[in-house]
C-alpha cells in the first residue's frame, strides 16, 4: 500500500503508544552502635565507627538493590523460549567455544530488530573470558581487555561484569531492557536513641533509605548463555 505510483494519494502509517505505570517503593536497612565502640575507635584507633558504618549501609543497600535489578533481567531473558545461544562447561569447554555462543545469542536479539548494547557477566566469567586467544594484539581489534585485566569487549559489544551477578548465566541485552528509576537518592537518619525492655541502651542507631523501582516492558531485547 505505500507503492501507489505518481501523483496519487499517500497512505497514513499507524502508531498505537501504550503506558506503564513503574511502582516505586523504599529499601531500608539498619544498624546500632555501642557508645564504647565510637568512643574508643576515635580515641585509640583515630577511626569514626560513625561514618565507616554508614559507609557500610551504603554499600549493602546498594548491592541488594543492584541484585534485584541483574536478577530481574535475567528472568526476563529465561522466560523466553529458544533463548539461549548455548551452553557452556566451564570445566572442559574452550575458551572460544564460549565466544561463539556469545555470537549466537548477540544474533537472537538482532532478530527481533533490537540492537544489542553490551555483554553481562559475573567477574568470574569476565577473566575466564579474558583468557581467549583472540585478545592478543595480532588477534581480533573488536575483541579488548579492560585496564583491570578483565574481558572489555567481544564481539563488538562491551562487557560489564558485577560481583551481583551470578557465575551460571551470561546475558547479551539492549540498554532499554529494564527501566529504573531513583525517586529518592539514598539518605541517612539518625542518631536514634537505643531501647531494651523500655530501658536506654548506650547505643546509636542510624539506617539507609531509598525510593526506587525498575520495570521491564519487553522482554524479547536479551538472550542469554548459560555456563554450566
Request: with cysteine.
Amino acid at each position: 500500500r505505500s507503492r501507489k505510483g505518481e501523483m496519487t494519494e499517500i497512505e497514513r502509517a499507524e502508531n498505537t503508544l501504550t503506558y506503564a505505570t513503574l511502582e516505586m517503593a523504599a529499601d531500608r536497612l539498619a544498624m546500632q552502635i555501642s557508645k564504647e565502640a565510637i568512643v574508643f575507635s576515635r580515641s585509640q584507633l583515630s577511626y569514626d565507627a560513625v561514618t565507616r558504618t554508614l559507609g557500610n549501609l551504603a554499600r549493602l543497600v546498594r548491592r541488594k538493590i543492584d541484585k534485584d535489578i541483574l536478577y530481574k533481567g535475567l528472568a526476563a531473558s529465561l522466560k523466553q523460549s529458544n533463548n539461549s545461544g548455548g551452553t557452556c562447561t566451564a570445566a572442559s569447554d574452550a575458551v572460544s567455544l564460549l565466544v561463539q555462543y556469545l555470537g549466537v545469542a548477540k544474533t537472537k536479539v538482532y532478530n527481533r530488530n533490537y540492537v544489542p548494547t553490551g555483554i553481562l557477566m559475573s567477574v568470574t566469567n569476565a577473566d575466564r573470558l579474558s583468557n581467549w586467544d583472540g585478545f592478543k594484539r595480532d588477534g581480533f581489534p573488536n575483541a579488548v581487555l579492560n585496564a583491570a585485566g578483565f574481558a572489555g569487549a567481544v564481539k563488538g559489544l562491551p562487557v560489564w561484569q558485577s560481583t551481583e551477578y551470578p557465575d551460571g548465566w551470561i546475558q547479551v541485552v539492549h540498554r532499554e531492557l529494564i527501566a529504573h528509576r531513583v525517586y529518592q537518592p539514598m539518605q541517612f537518619f539518625g542518631p536514634f536513641p537505643s531501647y531494651s525492655n523500655g530501658k536506654l541502651v548506650g547505643a546509636d542507631q542510624y539506617y539507609a533509605e531509598e525510593f526506587n523501582g525498575s520495570l521491564i516492558t519487553v522482554q524479547e531485547k536479551s538472550a542469554h548463555v548459560k555456563v554450566a
